[in-house]
């Protein structure tokens, strides 16, 4: 049973735009069912007897996108809420594929105090359809056409937003694993993350935990909010792309789940707005660690990652360097992300994920129990928040760290790091798994040398291990007339999805201080 495949020619579209499909399908009439998901999924439109021709897969779609005509468009409605929408496809056999559309606000509209970023660069960075994403030839990988290693090298800096998505990734079967080790690892076992036996029915590939909504980080959280009464406009990095003031208007602004990869436009926009004094909610990982740029009028994304400085047209004249691709924190650009977030993945690294801290704790250990955070917590110094869910795993930022004579930890310096950072609370993480390790690595050291570089300076045997001790750290701190607070690890959403106590309190302080009302706590 072949499927129809199919991507739009935009990201989001605001009440009033039409939004175009481009698909092929080897069989026809089809249907189109639009969908809006979040604590429910409601169907707002469903439109039968589309004629859709096949076409071609071009050679180099994953680079330069499948070229194919228009198939339909729709109009999306003044009655729909604001939110992330699922596309589903299917053909005359039931065969299907599914993408989506964000649906904004429009300019005029009343908005919510606060607005959620979906991850969507993240989206196109892992999208591998066509072959190859920003990490590797997965489709080469997974036809064992390529080692791993070759698979790496086959990662493209280049990659084409007018293509579908594999849907192993997009729309994952069942009910998909965590990237996490559910257990502490025993003597001489090596740890295996997520779920064997779902592994071995889905066949996933390496890529498709790391990135899209449904299932995932974003999915979990909006079902949470939407079941406490939490009103929230959504938003997309790509927004930023072709509205500067995209936040005007917002009080908050949050990032969830794994919001790795931001272009100049975001990135300075939001640090903006918060300086100006919007607040900044990061329930997020590994967030703003690549820089990335947009061209072909939004459709190609640029992201040449490490080989940034050798790959990337714009790096040789100095006088386009500002604009290539690399690290945030590369000293080139002189815009480490933590200078706004507070944090970075280079201090903080994985946890509880194959041989990545295998017997970590899962969970952050309590330091400043008088943090406006742990209010009504019932939270003390030492305690842990967590464990049982478990919370910390997968990735996480940190900052280096010291201890003051109040025997409390403190900022110890770092790229950007702010002095006037408050940490709460933490855990061990690294980078990478242990070179000691007898187990084949399932989380490889990508490049040592351009990380310790860009991280102290210089690349010595000193640097590389100190690399690899790393912490994930929760903290807040006041930017310029703005508040920052960063939950700092990709799992954060989990505790909420498990009921937990603790991280539902953290998280209603959060929003409280932020001005987010919850109309279901406000009327029980």
């Not at 939001?270 to 997020?284: P, R, Y």
């Amino acid at each position: 049973m072949s499927q129809p495949w199919f991507y739009t020619d935009k990201v989001s579209a605001a009440p009033g735009e039409t939004v175009a499909i481009f698909a092929s399908a080897p069989n026809s009439p089809c249907t189109l069912s639009i969908s809006r998901v979040g604590k429910e999924v409601q169907q707002v439109a469903k439109f039968d007897g589309i004629e859709i021709d096949e076409h071609e897969i071009p050679k180099d779609a994953d680079t330069n996108g499948c070229g194919w005509s228009a198939a339909f468009s729709f109009e999306i409605e003044e009655d729909w809420e604001t939110g992330y929408y699922d596309l589903t496809l299917t053909g005359p056999d039931g065969a299907q594929s599914q993408h989506f559309i964000c649906l904004r606000k429009g300019s005029d509209a009343p908005k919510a105090k606060a607005a959620i970023i979906l991850s969507t660069n993240t989206y196109a960075a892992y999208n591998y359809w066509g072959g190859r994403n920003a990490y590797a030839d997965v489709i080469g990988l997974m036809e064992g056409k390529v080692t791993p290693d070759e698979s790496r090298d086959g990662a493209i800096g280049r990659l084409s937003r007018m293509r579908p998505y594999p849907q192993g990734l997009f729309a994952p079967p069942g009910d998909p694993p965590r990237l996490i080790n559910y257990e502490p690892r025993n003597v001489g076992e090596m740890p295996i993350p997520g779920n064997m036996e779902w592994a071995m029915k889905h066949q996933p590939t390496p890529y498709d935990g790391s990135a899209c909504f449904l299932k995932k980080w974003e999915h979990v959280f909006v079902q949470w909010a939407e079941k406490h009464g939490y009103a929230i406009d959504y938003l997309t990095d790509h927004d930023f792309e072709t509205n500067a003031t995209v936040l005007a208007g917002y009080e908050t602004a949050m990032v969830v789940g794994h919001s790795e990869y931001w272009s100049v436009n975001q990135r300075f926009g939001i640090e903006h707005f918060i300086e100006q004094g919007g607040n900044f909610v990061s329930f997020s990982g590994n967030t703003c660690y690549w820089k990335i740029r947009w061209e072909d009028d939004g459709q190609t994304m640029v992201a040449h990652k490490w080989a940034g400085e050798e790959n990337d047209p714009l790096w040789a004249n100095p006088s386009t360097r500002k604009d290539a691709t690399h690290l945030w924190s590369h000293p080139a650009f002189e815009a480490p992300e933590a200078r706004f977030l507070g944090l970075s993945f280079l201090y903080g690294g994985y946890h509880r994920i194959a041989m990545c801290a295998s017997r970590g704790s899962a969970a952050y250990t309590i330091y400043n129990d008088t943090h406006w955070a742990l209010d009504d917590t019932d939270l003390y110094y030492g305690d842990i928040v967590g464990g049982d869910v478990p919370l910390i795993g997968y990735e996480n930022d940190g900052c280096p760290i010291q201890f003051g004579e109040d025997g409390l930890p403190k900022p110890a310096g770092g790229l950007g790091v702010p002095e006037n950072l408050e940490i709460i609370a933490m855990a061990p993480a690294t980078l990478a798994e242990s070179d000691r390790s007898p187990f084949p690595k399932v989380i490889p050291l990508e490049d040592r040398e351009i990380l310790t570089r860009v991280t102290f300076g210089e690349d010595t045997p000193q640097t590389r291990a100190r690399l690899m001790r790393g912490h994930a750290v929760m903290a807040s701190f006041k930017c310029g007339k703005g508040e920052v607070f960063n939950a700092g690890t990709t799992e954060w959403v989990h505790g909420l999805a498990a009921q937990n106590s603790f991280v539902e309190q953290i998280t209603k302080n959060v929003f409280t201080r932020f001005g987010l009302q919850s109309k279901t706590d406000a009327t029980s």
